[in-house]
């Protein structure tokens, strides 16, 4: 009874076996050591149009077409002599005339006595499967070809994470080229940069829902932050099942530069800089902000000085009241007084009503006084009172006014020596100079050169709608070893003024202005090693005013373009060199 039982389950078992191989579509047959066919299940009749009665008992190279064993008879080979299993694809045609692909495998069959007694072959079509696939690769290719001309960056991920699709709008926005992406995290991108950051694509993976107009942080191939629109879903197979998930993004760089033209917003993202003496400057940026103190910048003609004070004052307490500026070169001295502090019907001949003066225009904000080395010593006294006691009188008034406000103010003279020479009030100087702040010129950190070419040409490429992408080694070479004497806004001159005459994706040495060009060795424009303040080096810069204003037949606004300084700066220069016409 116990080996009849045994021998049920084991049909049964053998019965399930057969079915399961029918269910994949798996292909099985046997036969003995005379290569007569011993079994043939249905796979195989469907395959070779052939039945299981017309088969058995007959020899299988009597059967099977010639394609099948491809020439010879494995069984005979490695199967039999060493009891081997072999495994191999080949392409058949069935008794329909129909190429087939299958994947075939000959393995032995041991008697009782460990012999070999015969063998199997194992085959499965899979004809169906490469169709399949055919099909999958065509939708892939033309759903890339959709994906790729969209304007909306798009990629994919698996469940973990990994981008598994990148299309050419992406690519555009990031930086990378799909290859070098693909199969990365999605984390190099976008999200859980930090430990307690939420990712929004991951949360989309894990509960299935889709989260839109989140505005996230996406970080370029070459290190930049950029702020963009991003909504995120997850992916879904036929099953229902999430699989992964899909972000589509906008970049907002320059939506976010258009606000901050129109409302002046400044943050410390808007200062870029490696170079160690900017590294420091950093470090403190975010006290000295936070503070109320009087904040003095000072630094050569073009580094940044209005910049960094319009930073200050949107990083401080007062970000939400005025920031009012006041040029003190730009204006005769018998107009300033008037401009800062306001003044009353009748004061002089023509006020014909009262007039508020910056001042007030900047109470419970900041007031920025650029160039005040060149404010007259007459309004200096009337400047410390306000700076002591927050109060002063407007032109022609008796009446006292009080004001809150925080001063900020720039020079690139070097008060001090403004001080010694008895040009500035010393008591003045003291009180102005709680927190000073000093920019290096261009040429003290060449190494920030590269880094604000690429941010001016991303610049104009976004307000220009270019494509310009990369700069001829000869080019590069002397954007690199000039020494910019008008700093930061020549060099931001220079790249528009390439931009602008760039028609392709490459600026070349033609692109750049011509007396760029023409400096066949920069140290020859270079002043002194001992010295860094231009103002301190009178007869270097009468030279390079000079030439600068014959190169360009003494258009004064041409040359302070050329030079990187407001006209007004360049119109005092003139005079203290004794330039003007």
């Not at 075939?104 to 041991?110: D, G, H, L, T």
């Not at 690769?137 to 990148?166: C, M, P």
């Not at 939420?198 to 996230?216: F, M, P, V, Y």
């Amino acid at each position: 009874m116990a080996r009849t039982s045994a021998g049920h389950e084991e049909h049964d078992l053998h019965e399930r076996f057969s079915r399961l191989l029918e269910e994949l579509g798996i292909g099985v047959f046997t036969v003995d050591r005379e290569r007569r066919i011993t079994s043939f299940n249905q796979t195989v009749q469907r395959l070779t149009g052939l039945k299981e009665k017309e088969v058995l008992g007959k020899q299988c190279y009597e059967v099977f077409f010639n394609e099948l064993c491809q020439g010879e008879c494995a069984f005979h080979g490695e199967v039999e002599t060493e009891g081997k299993s072999l495994a191999f694809d080949m392409e058949i045609t069935d008794q329909s005339g129909n190429r087939r692909h299958i994947t075939k495998v000959v393995s032995p069959v041991f008697n009782a006595q460990g012999r070999v007694s015969g063998c199997v072959e194992v085959f499965q079509d899979h004809s169906a499967y490469s169709e399949l696939l055919e099909r999958i690769r065509y939708d892939e290719h033309r759903l890339k070809l959709i994906l790729d001309n969209l304007d909306t960056a798009i990629f994919t991920v698996n469940r973990s994470g990994h981008v598994t699709s990148f299309n050419s709008m992406a690519e555009t926005i990031t930086g990378y080229r799909r290859q070098e992406i693909l199969g990365q995290h999605h984390k190099k991108l976008i999200g859980c940069s930090g430990p307690g950051d939420r990712c929004a694509l991951a949360e989309s993976i894990k509960t299935g829902k889709t989260l839109s107009n989140q505005h996230l942080q996406l970080t370029s191939k070459d290190g930049r932050e950029l702020p963009i629109r991003a909504s995120c879903m997850a992916l879904r197979n036929e099953s229902g099942h999430v699989i992964g998930g899909l972000a589509t993004f906008q970049d907002l760089s320059l939506i976010h530069q258009l606000n901050r033209a129109i409302s002046a917003k400044y943050t410390f993202a808007d200062m870029i800089g490696k170079d160690a003496l900017m590294q420091q400057l950093f470090e403190i940026l975010p006290v000295v902000a936070a503070s109320d103190a009087n904040v003095l910048i000072e630094g050569p003609t073009g580094t940044g000085k209005d910049l960094l004070a319009k930073i200050i004052h949107n990083t401080s307490p007062r970000k939400d009241r005025p920031f009012v500026k006041v040029n003190c070169a730009a204006m005769p001295d018998t107009l300033l007084e008037s401009e800062m502090f306001g003044y009353v019907k009748g004061a002089f001949t023509g006020a014909d009503r009262d007039k508020s003066g910056r001042f007030q225009e900047a109470d419970g904000g900041s007031i920025f006084l650029d160039e005040i080395g060149d404010l007259p010593l007459s309004l200096q006294a009337k400047l410390l009172r306000v700076l002591e006691d927050r109060e002063f009188y407007p032109l022609g008034s008796q009446k006292l006014h009080r004001v809150d406000v925080r001063i900020i103010a720039a020079t690139n003279q070097g008060l001090k020596d403004l001080v010694q020479q008895k040009l500035f009030r010393e008591d003045l100087y003291y009180r102005l100079n709680v927190m000073r702040l000093d920019l290096p010129p261009l040429k003290q950190r060449r190494g920030d050169v590269p880094l604000l070419i690429r941010r001016f040409l991303n610049q104009y490429n976004l307000t220009r709608s270019t494509a310009i992408t990369t700069i001829a080694e000869d080019a590069l070479e002397l954007l690199l070893n000039y020494d910019y004497p008008g700093n930061v806004r020549e060099l931001e001159n220079i790249i528009e003024h390439a931009c602008i005459l760039c028609q392709g994706e490459a600026i070349e040495r033609r692109h750049l202005p011509v007396y760029i060009q023409t400096k066949a060795c920069p140290e020859d424009h270079s002043p002194p090693a001992r010295t860094t303040d231009l103002e301190s080096q009178p007869e270097w810069e009468r030279r390079r005013l000079l030439q600068a204003l014959e190169e360009h037949r003494w258009n004064r606004q041409k040359v302070a373009k050329a030079l990187g300084m407001e006209r007004t700066t360049l119109w005092r220069k003139m005079k203290k060199h004794r330039l003007t016409s």
